[in-house]
């Protein structure tokens, strides 16, 4: 946990899901170059009077350096060569806040946690707290989620106590709010369970989800709310992403996110895209 602003935050998690090595951007430099037999790796070498088979593929995205690509990156600054390594992380508890900032990184592989099917869980609890519970059974179970960034409970509730309002305000303006809310199965729960909320709550949780939920109830959304994502970046890219947001001149929340990126990914890369102190 971290203290910004007067909040307490958690910090993302990070895995290297995956990693293409970077002996394929120096067969690219080699190619660029007809200079195979100057590499001081031997597979890179014979590339030059064979194609490579299946086991010289697997030591080729085994190399560890490469003083060409060193001096490319270094010295003449020819990053065109980096795209050809490619590195894919899993983001664990990001926020949204952090996704709009991703957004601004053009070259980028990026999937994220939906909220149009992942909503269902907060909106049962509001449908079963208009129906024999109240705000505080709402806000009570949506504190379980474990949905925000920001960790202090008591800020947690009035996040959740908002959500519970704009719900409110919206049920009153629909006809059928039930019907955008609840899958079409699960209605006759609300009468058949009406002043039972654990019981609806929970038949509701265990029913059909309702397709898309959340279409009709994005604006609940705030920049406050995790997000999961799988993002993959070349190695010019990441270059790039490394120094624009490991800065501290950077959004704090996307700081943290490098950082945490910077530490799984291997020294091979950061040799060749963070400069040498």
């Given amino acids: 946990m971290e203290e910004m602003y007067g909040i307490e935050y958690s910090r993302p998690q990070v895995v290297l899901l995956q990693e293409t090595g970077i002996g ?17 790796n031997s597979v890179i070498k014979e590339i030059e009077h064979t194609l490579p088979d299946n086991s010289m593929c697997d030591a080729l995205n085994e190399i560890e350096e490469s003083a060409l690509l060193d001096d490319l990156a270094w010295t003449y600054f020819h990053h065109s060569i980096l795209e050809h390594a490619n590195l894919s992380f899993l983001v664990r508890g990001t926020s949204r806040g952090v996704l709009q900032e991703h957004a601004r ?41 474990d949905m925000f960034v920001t960790t202090d409970a008591a800020y947690n509730r009035l996040e959740i106590g908002a959500m519970y309002d704009k719900l409110d305000f919206q049920s009153q303006k629909v006809d059928d709010f039930h019907a955008i809310a609840v899958a079409k199965s699960s209605l006759p729960f609300i009468e058949e369970l009406q002043g039972k909320p654990e019981e609806l709550y929970a038949t509701l949780q265990g029913g059909k989800k309702k397709r898309n939920v959340g279409d009709a109830f994005k604006h609940i959304v705030t920049d406050n709310w995790k997000v999961d994502m799988v993002v993959t970046f070349n190695l010019r890219s990441l270059k790039n992403y490394f120094t624009l947001r490991e800065s501290g001149a950077a959004y704090f929340q996307i700081r943290w996110l490098a950082q945490e990126m910077m530490q799984v990914t291997p020294k091979k890369y950061l040799d060749l895209i963070i400069k040498k102190k």
Avoid: L, W
Wanted: proline share 0%; hydrophobic share 40%; with cysteine.
């Fill in 24 to 40: 394929v951007a120096e067969t690219a430099a080699r190619t660029c170059y007809d200079s195979f037999t100057n590499s001081e």
């Fill in 105 to 145: 990184h053009r070259i980028q592989a990026i999937s994220v946690r939906s909220t149009r099917y992942t909503m269902s869980g907060i909106i049962n609890a509001f449908v079963a707290s208009k129906h024999g519970g109240d705000k505080d059974f709402f806000i009570d179970k949506v504190a379980e989620f």
